[in-house]
T-cell receptor
Framework: SAVISQKPSRDICQRGTSLTIQCQVD?????MFWYRQQPGQSLTLIAT?????????ESGFVIDKFPISRPNLTFSTLTVSNMSPEDSSIYLC?????????????FGQGTRLTVV | DQQVKQNSPSLSVQEGRISILNCDYT??????FLWYKKYPAEGPTFLIS?????DKNEDGRFTVFLNKSAKHLSLHIVPSQPGDSAVYFC???????????FGKGTRLHILP
């Protein structure tokens, strides 16, 4: 298993500002994932953060809006830039392990962002 | 295009009865299916999974059934307990190099 610490747990931000969310894992992992869960929606993958290379973004998400850092194998940050009310969501950091030949994802507690 | 669908946003079940949460998928290439449970203000936690080569996997009060021909899986909780009240996410993955795709979730209320 993996223990993931994510902060802040919640924030209320003014539109036009940026927020950086931090994610710390208790073990070294190759890939870290950033998800968004908007109200009533799926957990949607934003991007995959690989150590030593640029993050890989999913369709509909761009680096200018969601820059990601991955300075080492246990830490990553996601920045939500130039925020608007539509960015209000829960943002989750995740890592995946293969346990007994099946995938399993471990999540941080999430960051509840409200943009006003 | 949603590849993993949970069509019931919420479900209420009497304590002690069976809870059945349903999930449909569209991609026949999925190899693994997983269920996650999420309490408010916490991240999702892994509950149970099933490989596409099986049709049933049981772990205590939780059983997952897979019907590949119907592209349908279900999570059975029996007997249901108050602590089972949470949001349950169905998820699927193709292989080691592929991401896990989640459904929208179903909020389960266990009634006293």
């Amino acid at each position: 298993s993996a223990v993931i610490s994510q902060k802040p747990s919640r924030d209320i931000c003014q539109r036009g500002t940026s927020l950086t969310i931090q994610c710390q894992v208790d073990s070294q992992v190759t890939m870290m994932f950033w998800y968004r869960q908007q109200p009533g929606q799926s957990l949607t993958l934003i991007a995959t953060a690989n150590q030593g290379s640029e993050a890989t973004y999913e369709s509909g998400f761009v680096i200018d809006k969601f820059p990601i850092s991955r300075p080492n194998l246990t830490f990553s940050t996601l920045t939500v830039s130039n925020m608007s009310p539509e960015d209000s969501s829960i943002y989750l950091c995740s890592v995946e392990n293969w346990q007994a030949y099946r995938p399993e994802a471990f999540f941080g507690q999430g960051t509840r962002l409200t943009v006003v | 295009d949603q590849q993993v669908k949970q069509n019931s946003p919420s479900l209420s079940v009497q304590e002690g009865r069976i809870s059945i949460l349903n999930c449909d998928y569209t991609n026949s290439m999925f190899d693994y299916f997983l269920w996650y449970k999420k309490y408010p203000a916490e991240g999702p936690t892994f509950l149970i999974s099933i490989s596409s080569i099986k049709d049933k996997n049981e772990d205590g009060r939780f059983t997952v059934f897979l019907n590949k021909s119907a592209k349908h899986l279900s999570l059975h909780i029996v007997p249901s307990q108050p602590g089972d009240s949470a949001v349950y996410f169905c998820a699927a993955s193709m292989n080691r190099d592929d991401k896990i795709i989640f459904g929208k979730g179903t909020r389960l209320h266990i009634l006293p």
